[in-house]
């Protein structure tokens, strides 16, 4: 696209690093790999049904986390008690994420395409001098998968932290993106920016004193599929964009932009805006 050579031609100056989440921001369109998956695993485990929508709500969390969190949306919380005559416990959601982990495990891999232009954009922060950091929702094990496939596919950041790496905990804590930020030498936080899909993501950024900018189309909020995003006409896009902008505008991304694609003009401009003297 023109506008990623356009603004990556721009000489950066100020922005040491760029943290991204993985699935929905750089692999994975649609972020389908780990809600599908919330959705076996409550079936497998308790031949309980919840929809997709209902696995989307809290993503971003750490997967055990997030696993409470469904359990407790009104309407999964009211249809576990009419079904089981209680509330759901903690053994439940124990025995629903060790269901859960040997699936994602095993299904990871298929869900590490890139999303359209993301190599561009990363490798023309990579070739300003510009450090790529990432962390997730996942918990090592699963990264552990992930990393070599797509690294086959061309991505290779210069960190991963996963969920469970720290035993302070995940999102929306910062400690995943300060720990970016040691392991690459990075001297400012306020020189770094997060990007991510989901709300969580955005809190995390925003706790560390980051610039954060959060992902509209390609991610959990729109949940659409890459073939559905190509195809879609713009009254579409519209629709799914401003339901994206409706979840995340209480949490005061700095920048909402529709996919990676448009990463490289906020970067030039919060460079920009860096070299005036402004901070997060």
């Not at 356009?6 to 100020?14: A, E, G, R, Y």
């Not at 919330?38 to 308790?46: G, T």
Request: proline fraction near 6%.
């Amino acid at each position: 696209m023109s506008n990623i050579v356009q603004d990556q031609s721009v000489k950066l100056s100020h922005v040491q690093s760029v943290i991204f989440d993985w699935a929905g921001t750089i692999v994975d369109f649609g972020s389908f790999a780990p809600t599908t998956i919330f959705i076996a695993a409550f079936k497998a485990q308790y031949d309980f049904d919840i929809s997709l929508a209902e696995a989307r709500v809290p993503m971003g969390l750490g997967k055990w986390d997030h696993i409470k969190a469904v359990s407790e949306l009104p309407d999964v919380a009211a249809r576990w008690r009419a079904q089981f005559g209680s509330t759901i416990s903690t053994a439940d959601i124990d025995a629903i994420y060790e269901t859960f982990m040997p699936l994602q495990i095993a299904k990871v891999g298929e869900h590490a395409d890139p999303i359209p232009h993301a190599l561009d954009v990363v490798n023309g922060l990579k070739q300003q001098g510009v450090k790529i950091g990432s962390c997730s929702g996942y918990p090592r094990v699963v990264m552990d998968k992930l990393i070599p496939v797509a690294a086959e596919k061309g991505y290779v950041p210069d960190c991963v932290v996963a969920t469970d790496d720290l035993p302070a905990g995940g999102r929306p804590a910062p400690y995943m993106v300060l720990k970016n930020v040691i392991d690459m030498a990075v001297t400012d936080v306020g020189t770094c920016i997060k990007v991510d899909d989901s709300v969580p993501g955005i809190e995390e950024g925003h706790n560390a004193g980051m610039w954060t900018v959060g992902l509209l189309l390609s991610g959990n909020e729109a949940g659409l599929t890459l073939a559905e995003y190509l195809a879609a006409d713009e009254a579409t896009l519209h629709l799914s964009r401003e339901k994206a902008r409706d979840r995340f505008t209480p949490f005061k991304a700095h920048y909402l932009i529709d996919t990676i694609a448009d990463l490289p003009q906020v970067v030039a401009d919060i460079d920009a805006r860096l070299a005036a003297g402004e901070r997060p």
